[in-house]
């Protein structure tokens, strides 16, 4: 299984950029998926997940930021709307076979599958 991450790159405050993943393995179809992002200096945090058709997102992309999944192409989207300087870091695409369960979902522990991350920079 490979998670392979796209659509990084620089944008102004205000604009938007749409993140891709493409999920390879002919037998996964993960049941939860989800970014996460790590600015320099910072711990890996959650950002956005789809787990067993039900969304969940960081309170401070909340309205901003959503997550979807074409499960034909085993693809995930971040459409990131509105972006500020703050949210400047490299975003990861994750994904795990199984549903996880909700107290647990927000965990980058909870994932057994990572792509290699895309570099998002806002400038101000």
């Known amino acids: 299984v490979q998670l392979q991450a796209s659509g990084g790159g620089v944008v102004q405050a205000g604009g938007s950029l749409k993140l891709s993943c493409a999920i390879s393995g002919r037998t996964f179809s993960p049941n939860a998926v989800g970014w996460f992002r790590q600015a320099p200096g910072q711990e890996r945090e959650f950002v956005a997940i789809?787990?067993?058709?039900?969304?969940y997102y960081a309170d401070s992309v909340k309205g901003r930021f959503t997550i979807s999944r074409d499960s034909a192409k085993n693809m995930i989207y971040l459409q990131m709307n509105t972006l500020e300087p703050e949210d400047t870091a490299v975003y990861y695409c994750?994904?795990?076979?199984?549903?996880?369960?909700?107290?647990?979902?927000?965990?980058?522990?909870?994932?057994?599958?990572w792509g290699q991350g895309t570099l998002v920079t806002v400038s101000s």
């Open positions: 789809w787990n067993a058709r039900t969304t």
């Open positions: 994750a994904a795990n076979q199984n549903r996880i369960a909700s107290g647990y979902a927000r965990s980058v522990r909870a994932y057994s599958h």
